[in-house]
């Protein structure tokens, strides 16, 4: 995926290292071009453009799949005014401004950790805010991995606690114990059913 970016230089060095090696960058556009192409060389990118922000009309011409707008804070309005000014289509436009109240982000989040460090925990809880906002973790003599998330019906629960399961080669050996909490809110909803569900999640 060829990508165009557009980032402050601050932050540059560690923006870069946690976006995935298999991208294509066909322009960097940055507020301190020179700074940005010393991190860019650093990094192994030395055949990548970096022009300056003022320069991003020349880059919107150059060809990309998708417009990588990093910024250091969570600043919509930005995010507005670079679609506005240039016209820019949203769906070309990837942002992380909103995933930090993205609730199908944290979860995912939550499952690729726990995968990547299942063998560290002797037990997982799950259920609604109940159990994400009132389980007392440090408490627990074993160490737990609370996958607890508001409005989180059983269907789900069932899936997460078979994805904890089904960690560490097929079947997680090192888990002794599971909390799945109930409440009547658990029995009136399925997700399942709705087009947004993430199961999707439970195979990465």
Same mark, same amino acid.
């Given at each position: 995926?060829?990508?165009?970016?557009? #980032?402050?230089?601050?932050?540059?060095?560690?923006?870069?290292?946690?976006?995935?090696?298999?991208?294509?960058?066909?322009?960097?556009?940055?507020?301190?071009?020179?700074?940005?192409?010393?991190?860019?060389?650093?990094?192994?990118?030395?055949?990548?453009?970096?022009?300056?922000?003022?320069?991003?009309?020349?880059?919107?011409?150059?060809?990309?799949?998708?417009?990588?707008?990093?910024?250091?804070? =969570? =600043?919509?309005?930005?995010?507005?005014?670079?679609?506005?000014?240039? @016209?820019?289509?949203?769906?070309?436009?990837?942002?992380? #401004?909103?995933? $930090?109240?993205?609730?199908?982000?944290?979860?995912?989040?939550?499952?690729?950790?726990?995968?990547?460090?299942?063998?560290?925990?002797?037990?997982?809880?799950?259920?609604?805010?109940?159990?994400?906002?009132?389980?007392?973790?440090?408490?627990?003599?074993?160490?737990?991995? @609370?996958?607890?998330?508001?409005?989180?019906?059983?269907?789900?629960?069932?899936?997460?606690?078979?994805?904890?399961?089904?960690?560490?080669?097929?079947?997680?050996?090192?888990?002794?114990?599971?909390?799945?909490?109930?409440?009547?809110?658990?029995? $009136?909803?399925?997700?399942?059913?709705?087009?947004?569900?993430?199961?999707?999640?439970?195979?990465?």
């Amino acid at each position: 995926m060829k990508v165009l970016l557009i #980032s402050y230089t601050r932050n540059l060095t560690e923006k870069l290292a946690a976006l995935s090696p298999d991208l294509e960058y066909c322009a960097i556009a940055t507020g301190d071009p020179k700074r940005a192409k010393e991190i860019c060389n650093s990094a192994g990118l030395s055949e990548v453009p970096v022009h300056s922000l003022e320069e991003l009309p020349i880059c919107l011409k150059l060809p990309y799949d998708y417009i990588l707008l990093l910024k250091d804070g =969570w =600043w919509s309005s930005e995010f507005k005014d670079l679609v506005r000014k240039y @016209n820019l289509p949203h769906n070309k436009i990837l942002t992380f #401004s909103a995933l $930090h109240a993205n609730d199908n982000f944290l979860l995912e989040r939550s499952l690729r950790y726990f995968k990547e460090h299942a063998a560290e925990f002797e037990m997982f809880a799950t259920g609604i805010s109940t159990a994400e906002k009132d389980l007392d973790v440090p408490s627990f003599k074993g160490k737990l991995f @609370n996958f607890g998330r508001g409005s989180q019906d059983l269907y789900y629960n069932f899936q997460v606690a078979k994805f904890a399961m089904s960690c560490g080669g097929g079947h997680n050996k090192t888990i002794r114990y599971a909390l799945i909490g109930l409440a009547p809110y658990s029995f $009136h909803y399925d997700l399942s059913q709705t087009p947004a569900n993430v199961l999707y999640s439970c195979n990465i």
